[in-house]
Structures are given as C-alpha cells and as structure tokens.
C-alpha cells in the first residue's frame, strides 16, 4: 500500500537552512504536498510539486523531487523562529496520505 | 475569504456519550474531506465528499461513525458512542480541485 517517511526531528539554528527529507512509494501521484502544523491549529498548505518537475522554488522554499528514488525535500532558506512546527509530506491523488511528520526545532 | 471553519475546537465527553463535530468549507468548494489525526501521527481520511455524495468512506468505522453533508455545504461527523481510543483531533478540509486540500483548525476531542 501507500506509505510516507520522514525523520521525526530537525534542529536547525536561526539563520541557516533547513532541509525536510521524504521518500514515499506511489508512483501513479499527480502532486506531492508539504504542509506545516503548529501546535493546536490545522495543516496549512505550503507548497505542492507536480509529479513531472524535478524542482519548484516558492520564495524561501525549494522543493525537489527525485521521482527515479521517489525522494521529495523541503528547503527553507534563512530559517526563522516561526518556522518551528511539524511539516508534512503527502501523496497521492485522493486520498492524500501523510508521513508521520517532521518536527522542526529552530534555535534563536 | 474565510477558511475552513469547524465547531467545536475542543470536546470533552464520557465514554459511550455521543458527539457530533461540524464543518463549514470554504465557499465554492466541492468536496469536503473528515480526517482523522491521532497524536504524533498525520492525518488518516475517513471520508470524502463530492457535493452531497460520500464517494470514499471506506475507511469510516461505520458501527460507531456517521456523517452526512445533505445540501452539498456544510458536513456533519457523529461518533456515537464515544470509545476511549476515539480520543484524537478531526480535521476537516475542503478542495476545489483535488489537488489543493486547506484544512479548518480541527476539533480536538477527549474521551475520558
């Protein structure tokens, strides 16, 4: 069946970039998806890549995918304190299914 | 333009009470999905909507869970009864196009 990993935990200090790893096993995805969650709020969409480019650059984000090692990555340039939360990686068309999610740490 | 709006945010019930959680979507928005998120975990799908049609609800338990979104709009979830393991936040969300989800707050239920 469908399955999303990611690392639990990330500490990253103020200024530097922060880079959330997710590999993921169906194939047949049209997007994948990061989302961000901050304690006791929803999930908010961050960005989504189409299954046919290998990058999408939004302001401080980068996503990558590698669909050959079906590998997608969230970098975020210059982290910030508000940058602290819980990101998701999801594929799949419907239903979307998540990863366990990546908790972010950022150190002042 | 408003989001996702879901009442209540948080619930404290009995085992073996019933409880019943509502979701508004954002205006325009087809389809209205119920997830389900345990702690430390991401969100799980229980159901689906496409206007007023439950189209995947394969994974909603349905001897104790039961929805309905009768004019298209806004949804209703109920749990009746409540089990200790029902202890969780439920997410709703709402998409135009399938590719896009924006979630509402959750509702945080507890079960005690």
């Known amino acids: 069946g469908e399955d999303v990993e990611q690392s639990l935990f990330l500490s990253v200090r103020e200024g530097d970039s922060s880079v959330i790893n997710c590999t993921y096993t169906d194939s047949s995805s049209t997007y994948l998806y990061w989302y961000k969650q901050e304690p006791g709020a929803g999930l908010q969409l961050l960005t989504y890549?189409?299954?046919?480019?290998d990058m999408k650059q939004d302001q401080r984000l980068t996503v990558l995918l590698n669909k050959k090692d079906k590998h997608l990555s969230l970098r975020i340039a210059d982290t910030q304190t508000g940058d602290s939360a819980i990101y998701f990686c999801?594929?799949?068309?419907?239903?979307?299914?998540f990863g366990k999610g990546t908790r972010l740490s950022v150190i002042a | 333009e408003a989001g996702v709006v879901q009442s209540p945010r948080y619930k404290i019930i009995e085992k073996k009470q019933p409880v019943a959680f509502w979701c508004n979507p954002i205006?325009?928005?087809?389809?209205l999905y119920w997830y389900l998120q345990n702690l430390g975990q991401g969100p799980e799908l229980l159901i689906r909507?496409?206007?007023?049609?439950?189209?995947?609800d394969s994974q909603l338990p349905k001897d104790r869970f039961s929805a309905e979104r009768l004019k298209g709009v806004d949804s209703t979830l109920k749990i009746q009864p409540a089990e200790l393991g029902d202890s969780a936040v439920y997410l709703c969300?709402?998409?135009?196009?399938?590719?896009?989800?924006?979630f509402g707050p959750g509702t945080r239920l507890t079960v005690t």
């Open positions: 999801a594929e799949g068309n419907t239903p979307l299914v």
């Open positions: 909507y496409e206007n007023e049609e439950a189209v995947d």
């Open positions: 969300a709402s998409s135009s196009e399938n590719y896009e989800q924006y």
């Open positions: 205006s325009g928005h087809n389809t």
């Open positions: 890549i189409f299954s046919n480019m």
